[in-house]
Structure formats: structure tokens, C-alpha cells
């Protein structure tokens, strides 16, 4: 079975935690483990701690990432995934662009990004993030960057992005918003997650959702979740119609806990297990763990001009 993930910090948490393969939740040993095939790796750039800027520290990311003994995809995907593991990139946090549209344009030529995260916990040139929320939108630089997203086939991910944000993405948009880690409010209050309407938007414009495994964006409180309150969210967003529009945003090395049964990469496969014995159909199943995400990535390159 093809599992793909949409968000790890790992890199992040290799450079500048400098945690040993032994103790990353994503490391490669674990992902062989989880049968995991397709990794997305973020570049990070949201945190205030680093020593240098946002851009300077993702160029870091990106040499680390050499490190890892993953291949990367840097062009366009192949007609079926490949059998093997291999990694694709992200941004998280759009200040790593320095609110010049000609950064956008060198890092994908590089990389091939498949995302951009606009914003993470801070205000940037982009827009609001949904923790700061004042209601205000994107920014004009904001709707220059998703316009010129749009030709590059690089999706707009909303997870950290105020509600305002999102409904600017979803309306200016060609290509649908992308939800790489958040989960439903109606299951768990968390400024993270997001409304129905949200949701419904997502689905209708034949965006995704990865579902994340933070236990404080599973359930109020977050105390004793376990592999199946991550069910429980996917349930809710296949009950609204959203069966091809779900997948995997484990948050993995982003998180510093997790619900029982997905402590690590090396368990992925058992969620692909208890959604077959919770009623899942096998294509279902395959569809949330990984081939959603994989036709998503596809039709990004398939919009490239």
C-alpha cells in the first residue's frame, strides 16, 4: 500500500534540536518501518529562535535534508508512485520568501515545492495567522504570491492561517486549498482546526486535509487519545463527502506527544489496519493513506506553466 505523509518537522528538528536519528519520530529507519513510501518534509521558517533569518535558515533545511539518505522528487512526479521511500518539500512559514516573489520562484526552480504553508504562528508579509487572528486578510504582497502559486502548480496550505486568509485563498485561487495538518473544530475546539464551512469549501473545490495527530487538535484537552480519535476526524470529513479529500498530516517531530498507536512513523501502517477493521473499504483505504495526497500532487503538475 502507498502511505504518504503531508507534514514533518524533521528537519527542522535534526538542525536546530539537534535530535539524533534515534529520536526523531520521522526518521528514515522509522518511515521503512511504517511502510511509509512519500514523505513531505517542511522547511520551517515560522520560529523566532533561530540565529539567522527565516530564508537564510531554510537554505540550512534544505543541506540537511542532504544528510538524510532520502531521495527527494525535485521534478515532476512519474505516472504511479514509486515503490520505493522518497521525500518532497514544503515550505512552512511564507516569511522564508522575504516578501519577494523572486525567492518563490529560485526555491521552486531548486526544490519543486508542493506547498507553501502562508503563514505559522506569526504575522508575516503574507497574511494573519489563525493565533493571532484580528480578521484582516492577505496582504497585496499575499495575493501576488498566490497568483503567481497558481502558474507553478504550488499549493496554498491553510493550516496555520486565519479564517479570512482562507476564504481569500479559496476565492482567488485556481488551485483548491490544501489543510497539510489541521483537524475538524466541531470534534475539537482548537484555534488549529477548522469549521465546517471551511471544510465543505476544501471538498467542494476538490482540495485535501491532512489530519494531524497532536492530541490537543484530536480532542479538548488531549489527555488519552489514541489511534482512534485520528479515525474519528477522518470519519467526520468522509461523512460530509470528503472520502477523496483526506489524508495524512502526522505533524511528526513537530509535536512532543502523540495519541497511543502513532507514537512514530513505524506505526503508519497500523492506522491503514484499523481503518480497514473499522469499516473501510480497501480503495477507501488506500485513498486516505496515501493516494489522495499522490492525485493532489498530481494535478499540481499538471497545471505548471
Known amino acids: 500500500m502507498f502511505i504518504a505523509?503531508?507534514?514533518?518537522?524533521?528537519?527542522?528538528?535534526?538542525?536546530?534540536?539537534?535530535?539524533?536519528?534515534?529520536?526523531?519520530?520521522a526518521s528514515k529507519e522509522n518511515l521503512l518501518k511504517g511502510e511509509v513510501t512519500?514523505?513531505?518534509?517542511?522547511?520551517?521558517?515560522?520560529?523566532?529562535?533561530?540565529?539567522?533569518?527565516?530564508y537564510q535558515n531554510i537554505r540550512l533545511m534544505i543541506e540537511e535534508s542532504k544528510k538524510m539518505e532520502?531521495?527527494?522528487?525535485?521534478?515532476?512526479?512519474?505516472?504511479?508512485?514509486?515503490?520505493?521511500?522518497?521525500?518532497?518539500?514544503?515550505?512552512?512559514?511564507?516569511?522564508?520568501?522575504?516578501?519577494?516573489?523572486?525567492?518563490?520562484?529560485?526555491?521552486?526552480k531548486e526544490l519543486r515545492l508542493r506547498m507553501i504553508a502562508l503563514t505559522w504562528n506569526y504575522v508575516n508579509?503574507?497574511?494573519?495567522?489563525?493565533?493571532?487572528?484580528?480578521g484582516s486578510g492577505l496582504t497585496d504582497f499575499g495575493f501576488e504570491l498566490i497568483s503567481e502559486m497558481d502558474k507553478l502548480g504550488i499549493y496554498a496550505d491553510v493550516s496555520h492561517l486565519n479564517e479570512?486568509?482562507?476564504?481569500?485563498?479559496?476565492?482567488?485561487?485556481?488551485?483548491?486549498p490544501v489543510a497539510s495538518h489541521s483537524n475538524c473544530k466541531a470534534l475539537c475546539s482548537s484555534f488549529r482546526n477548522l469549521t465546517d464551512g471551511q471544510i465543505d469549501a476544501i471538498i467542494e473545490k476538490g482540495g485535501y486535509i491532512g489530519v494531524n495527530f497532536y492530541p490537543h487538535f484530536l480532542k479538548d484537552g488531549g489527555e488519552n487519545t489514541?489511534?482512534?480519535?485520528?479515525?474519528?476526524?477522518?470519519?467526520?470529513?468522509?461523512?460530509?463527502?470528503?472520502?477523496?479529500?483526506?489524508?495524512?498530516?502526522?505533524?511528526?517531530?513537530?509535536i512532543e506527544v502523540q495519541p497511543r498507536g502513532l507514537e512514530n512513523a513505524s506505526c503508519m501502517k497500523n492506522l491503514a489496519n484499523a481503518l480497514l477493521k473499522h469499516g473501510y473499504s480497501e480503495e477507501n483505504t488506500r485513498a486516505i493513506m496515501g493516494m489522495n495526497l499522490?492525485?493532489?500532487l498530481k494535478k499540481g503538475d499538471a497545471v505548471r506553466k
Open 5 to 25: 505523509d503531508t507534514h514533518c518537522d524533521t528537519l527542522y528538528a535534526r538542525l536546530f534540536e539537534n535530535w539524533a536519528d534515534g529520536e526523531l519520530m
Open 38 to 54: 512519500m514523505q513531505t518534509f517542511a522547511l520551517f521558517a515560522g520560529a523566532r529562535q533561530y540565529k539567522d533569518t527565516p
Open 70 to 108: 532520502i531521495p527527494f522528487i525535485t521534478g515532476t512526479l512519474g505516472d504511479n508512485p514509486p515503490a520505493e521511500l522518497f521525500g518532497v518539500y514544503s515550505i512552512e512559514g511564507g516569511e522564508a520568501l522575504e516578501g519577494k516573489i523572486e525567492r518563490l520562484y529560485e526555491l521552486d
Open 125 to 134: 508579509q503574507i497574511g494573519m495567522p489563525a493565533k493571532l487572528d484580528d
Open 164 to 176: 479570512k486568509g482562507f476564504w481569500d485563498v479559496y476565492e482567488h485561487m485556481n488551485l483548491p
Open 226 to 254: 489514541t489511534i482512534d480519535d485520528v479515525i474519528r476526524h477522518i470519519d467526520y470529513i468522509a461523512d460530509r463527502g470528503g472520502i477523496q479529500n483526506i489524508g495524512l498530516g502526522s505533524d511528526f517531530d513537530g
Open 294 to 296: 499522490w492525485n493532489l
